[in-house]
């Protein structure tokens, strides 16, 4: 056991954040998404977490600065009912953003298609057991100050 850091997040897990470089992403999905199957595509890990997608994005982003140099750092897979709207997931997901990381940081929206292609680019992909749908999302990882600061 560690001291301050969610136990959701296993040893594995925190390797791959620990390894990943300024610009370097994720995905954090839902139980729908082909997450087992998108990390053997892009030949990167797998985990899956027992938890749902707020806990899951909560976890890592106390252990994971986003990236303070690119428009938006974490993008949404879009909703095929409403593209530019944010459904429940989404929403929620956006609240623990602001909460761990800050109200600085915008979301955006990736096609669900795009959004497909676009995780097999990730160094790791997380599925979880969020059932709502189009509740999965892309975070680039970002930089730290000497003192531990997000820049």
């Known amino acids: 056991m560690l001291i ?8 594995d897990v ?3 954040l620990c390894d990943m470089g300024h610009g370097d992403t994720i ?39 986003l990236d303070s140099f690119v428009e938006e750092a974490v993008h949404r897979m879009e909703d095929g009912d409403d593209p530019q709207g944010l459904n429940e997931a989404h929403r929620d997901v956006k609240a623990v953003m602001e909460e761990v990381s800050g109200t600085r940081w915008k ?16 160094s790791l ?10 509740a999965c999302f892309i975070l680039k990882k ?9 820049i």
Do not use: K
């Open 107 to 122: 979301l955006g929206g990736i096609e669900r298609f795009a959004f497909y292609e676009e995780a097999l680019n990730c």
């Open 125 to 134: 992909v997380i599925s979880t057991q969020e059932r709502r749908g189009y």
């Open 27 to 65: 995905c954090i999905a839902d139980a729908n998404f082909p997450g087992r199957e998108t990390a053997r595509r892009a030949n990167v890990p797998w985990a899956h977490l027992d938890c749902d997608l707020p806990r899951a994005m909560r976890a890592v982003l106390s252990v994971m600065p």
């Open 4 to 11: 301050g850091i969610d136990p959701i997040l296993n040893g």
């Open 142 to 150: 970002g930089v730290l100050d000497p003192g531990g600061a997000v």
């Open 14 to 16: 925190l390797q791959v």
